[in-house]
Nanobody, 122 residues
Framework: QVQLVESGGGLVQAGGSLRLSCAAS????????MGWYRQAPGKQRELVAI???????NYAASVKGRFSISRDNAKNTVYLQMNSLKPEDTAVYYC????????????????WGQGTQVTVSS
């Protein structure tokens, strides 16, 4: 099993920044990518960013240029630096880990963090 523990959510004003962290433990040899999803009330969960073990990154169009995903392999930790936050970024953010197919996560392999609330006020 892979365990993912998230931290860093909170309340921030529009234009501000937050950094989310996700520490992985357990059978981490079984994953080759980590990323972040988010889900706002009444909306579908959406993929925000992915980073592979090799360092390749992909972002949702809505966050590209504002968010940056990074990974510290020695600490088995992934980060999401969120800058220029907008009210529409308000959501529960979920860390994810699994097998990256080249398009996205193989959902049969995915592991989830507990979620952390990000609220951006206007």
């Amino acid at each position: 099993q892979v365990q993912l523990v998230e931290s860093g959510g909170g309340l921030v004003q529009a234009g501000g920044s937050l950094r989310l962290s996700c520490a992985a433990s357990g059978s981490i040899f079984s994953i080759n990518a980590m990323g972040w999803y988010r889900q706002a009330p009444g909306k579908q969960r959406e993929l925000v960013a992915i980073i592979t073990n090799g360092g390749s990154t992909n972002y949702a169009a809505s966050v590209k240029g504002r968010f940056s995903i990074s990974r510290d392999n020695a600490k088995n930790t992934v980060y999401l630096q969120m800058n220029s936050l907008k009210p529409e970024d308000t959501a529960v953010y979920y860390c994810a880990a699994g097998w990256f197919t080249g398009i996205g996560f193989d959902m049969s392999t995915i592991h989830w963090g507990q979620g952390t609330q990000v609220t951006v006020s206007s």
